[in-house]
């Protein structure tokens, strides 16, 4: 398969996310969103492509990056084609490194391997743990004052650029989530563009919000707001949306989640 051909095909993709989501069927661009916090480290057209390709991939990487780690990759297993950067580095050291062009790379998921297990990292089920202590470092980290009050009455959480404020009373996995969802309102919503639209603005907060839990093992089905809410005929505003959503939680996750072993 030529390059031409994977841009080809990550177009496809997004023309598919969008056909589904104006038939109103979320569950699909939920399942992308989950892929999203499994593959962090991937850019918004990668995720696309690995979702295209295996729906159900939970950790992808190279022939060798596999071997290294003790595993092979099984006879007849169908590659995963992704577009891999070419990048021009400068002589001198001082100047900065320049993307050049893209070529076709292939990863495979760790469902398509055999051998040594893999260390689980940062896995949960219910309990988000030291995460949340890393994120609080994460949004003082930025200069974002963190409070706690019940004086902000039914809401839950709120943020007004350099604060952000929650309720006393949530429970740790509550606590978590709210607290991924108003530092999305402090990142992406506060100085700088942001979408006219209040319900767009919240919906991509919550999505930030469900795509780190899920990176981090927490079950985040109950709060997921309706996707498709995303959405207002544009073809355009949703893979904007989409793009911010992505960026955001990637640079929440890598805050808040030691370094991943395995790197395609």
């Not at 399942?31 to 850019?43: D, E, V």
């Not at 219910?126 to 202590?133: A, D, K, L, S």
């Not at 650029?161 to 740790?172: A, M, Q, S, Y």
């Amino acid at each position: 398969m030529k390059d031409d051909q994977i841009r080809k095909m990550a177009s496809q993709a997004v023309d598919e996310l969008v056909a589904a989501v104006e038939a109103g069927k979320s569950e699909q661009l939920k399942a992308y969103l989950a892929g999203m916090g499994r593959f962090h480290r991937y850019s918004f057209g990668n995720q696309l492509l690995i979702h295209l390709q295996k729906a159900d991939a939970k950790r992808v990487a190279g022939f060798h990056t596999w071997k290294k780690l003790g595993r092979r990759v099984r006879r007849g297993e169908k590659a995963i084609r992704i577009l891999a950067p070419i990048v021009w580095r400068a002589k001198n050291k001082d100047d900065e490194e320049k993307v050049v062009s893209f070529r076709s790379a292939y990863v495979f998921d760790v469902s398509q391997t055999d051998g040594k297990p893999l260390a689980e990292f940062a896995k949960v089920c219910g309990e988000p743990g030291e995460q949340t202590e890393r994120l609080r470092g994460l949004i003082t980290g930025k200069g974002i004052k963190l409070e706690y009050s019940n004086a902000i009455g039914p809401a839950s959480g709120m943020s007004t650029g350099g604060k952000i404020i929650l309720r006393k009373d949530l429970g740790p996995a509550e606590e978590f989530s709210v607290l991924v969802h108003e530092t999305a309102h402090s990142m992406l919503h506060h100085g700088g563009k942001s979408p006219e639209s209040k319900t767009v603005r919240e919906t991509e907060a919550e999505a930030v919000a469900f795509v780190v839990c899920q990176a981090i093992g927490l079950d985040a089905n109950e709060s997921a707001s309706d996707y498709i809410q995303l959405y207002d005929g544009n073809k355009k505003t949703l893979m904007a949306s989409l793009e911010r959503i992505q960026q955001a939680a990637a640079e929440i996750i890598r805050g808040i989640q030691p370094a991943e072993k395995a790197a395609a």
